[in-house]
């Protein structure tokens, strides 16, 4: 079945205590991103991946870093999480910029 | 960047009509237009790539007018399952590889 895995789905952590949100795709796709939802603001980007080893900064990359070491994978860093990094995050994936986005299930992240 | 979305939010009773309109103050190279039900993840519904391209997904259409950098998502004989947020995304002719969703419009048939 084509999808895309995020973990863990919940997490709760405190403020400056480092995590990893992982993103798995099986659809051989070339593009991945990572999005945030807040009440309000919609989805808002916060980097993409063209390609293995070839990542750019989204609408909001403030305190976030990714990695892209295989096609499958697209790891979202947060180093030191703040209050402001409460949110619903969304990975997706998709063939190229111009086709459909397939999106993970999300990960509802608390920081206290 | 973010192209603006409006209504914010729409009731409709069952079998009603609705328009979604979004628009952007850039040069659209496409529209992308996606419906996230409560707690879900956001789902494709159809993309926009020509000016003046319009596409039917059901009894859900779509038209995009390059020149006004504007698409409109329209919904005829709403069904229950149609509630839930819709979400247009743009992509600039700048040449940029972001893909700017707006803040979304929440619609709820009820029957």
């Known amino acids: 079945e084509a999808q895309v895995t995020q973990n863990p789905r919940y997490l709760i952590t405190v403020t400056g205590k480092k995590l990893t949100v992982t993103c798995s795709q099986n659809?051989?796709?070339?593009?991945m991103s990572w999005y945030r939802q807040d009440p309000g603001l919609g989805l808002r980007q916060i980097y993409y991946?063209?390609?293995?080893?070839?990542?750019d900064k989204g609408d909001v990359p403030e305190g976030y870093k990714v990695s892209r070491k295989e096609k499958r994978n697209f790891p979202l860093i947060l180093e030191s999480p703040s209050p402001n990094q409460t949110s619903l995050y969304f990975c997706?994936?998709?063939?190229?910029?111009?086709?459909?986005?397939?999106f993970g299930p999300g990960t509802r992240l608390t920081v206290t | 960047q973010q192209p603006v979305q409006s209504p914010q939010a729409v009731i409709l009773r069952e079998g009603e009509d609705a328009v979604i309109n979004c628009s952007s103050s850039k040069a659209l190279y496409s529209v992308h237009w996606y419906r996230q039900k409560h707690g879900e993840a956001p789902v494709f519904l159809m993309i926009?790539?020509?000016?003046?391209e319009q596409k039917g997904h059901e009894k859900i259409s779509a038209s995009f007018n390059e020149k006004k950098q504007q698409s409109s998502l329209y919904l005829t004989a709403s069904q229950l399952s149609y509630s839930g947020t819709y979400f247009c995304?743009?992509?600039?002719?700048?040449?940029?590889?972001?893909?700017?969703f707006g803040t979304g419009t929440r619609l709820t048939v009820i029957p």
């Open positions: 997706a994936s998709s063939s190229s910029l111009r086709s459909e986005q397939y």
């Open positions: 995304g743009s992509l600039l002719k700048t040449g940029a590889n972001n893909l700017f």
């Open positions: 659809m051989n796709h070339e593009y």
């Open positions: 991946s063209m390609n293995v080893e070839v990542t």
């Open positions: 926009l790539l020509k000016g003046g």
